[in-house]
């Protein structure tokens, strides 16, 4: 079964004072059904600039030699900088050895970001569903965001767009990347069209 590290949100629960690192057990479900094993990464690398730290990030990624790399949803990117840094060293770690990449919702904003685009802010995509064009087929997605790409990142090919005219899919030209800004995780019942571009990206 092939390892596929996950990146994890940041939940900061003031009563406690407790920073948490988490993700929805249905993203796991999500791999579980495609056949991968999800491993999360802690965002405790990034905490410090340390060298010693970024020498753990190294020593994990090496232990875990994994097969792909999946950025997950939640924070707005700016919230919280040890998890914007985890996944900017995944990114690079990613295209240095040519990994295998999915990010979903921030996950995508976070790819254009690390590809030196911009985000904007949006209106009416957030708890809601709303129908996109993704190759000339109309699907019906989930949509929990704020913000939206500026525009599709260099050397990445547009792969859907919402009927408003915003960005939902990206591919990258040259490496296994894309970029989703729906939540396939959050479906009662996981998309059998999700499932399968799932598995085309991480084989």
Excluded at 160 to 182: P, V
Aim: charged share 25%; glycine share 6%.
């Amino acid at each position: 079964m092939k390892i596929i590290i996950v990146s994890q949100r940041i939940d900061f629960i003031s009563h406690r004072t407790e920073i948490r690192d988490c993700i929805d057990q249905r993203l796991t479900n999500f791999l579980l059904q495609g056949g991968y094993l999800p491993i999360t990464i802690p965002n405790i690398f990034f905490i410090t600039s340390k060298i010693k730290y970024i020498n753990y990030f190294e020593d994990w990624l090496r232990v875990i030699n994994p097969d792909g790399i999946l950025l997950s949803g939640g924070n707005n990117i700016g919230e919280f900088k040890s998890r914007d840094n985890t996944e900017k060293y995944l990114l690079d770690y990613a295209y240095e050895y040519k990994k295998p990449l999915l990010g979903i919702c921030r996950g995508m904003q976070m790819i254009a970001y690390w590809a030196n685009c911009s985000l904007k802010k949006v209106e009416g995509h957030v708890d809601t569903y709303h129908k996109i064009d993704f190759g000339g087929k109309i699907l019906e997605v989930n949509s929990y965001h704020n913000y939206s790409i500026d525009s599709c990142p260099k050397n990445f090919s547009i792969l859907a767009k919402s009927f408003d005219g915003e960005i939902e899919a990206i591919r990258n030209h040259n490496l296994n990347w894309e970029g989703w800004m729906w939540h396939p995780e959050r479906e009662k019942i996981f998309s059998e069209f999700d499932i399968k571009n799932l598995r085309k990206i991480f084989g």
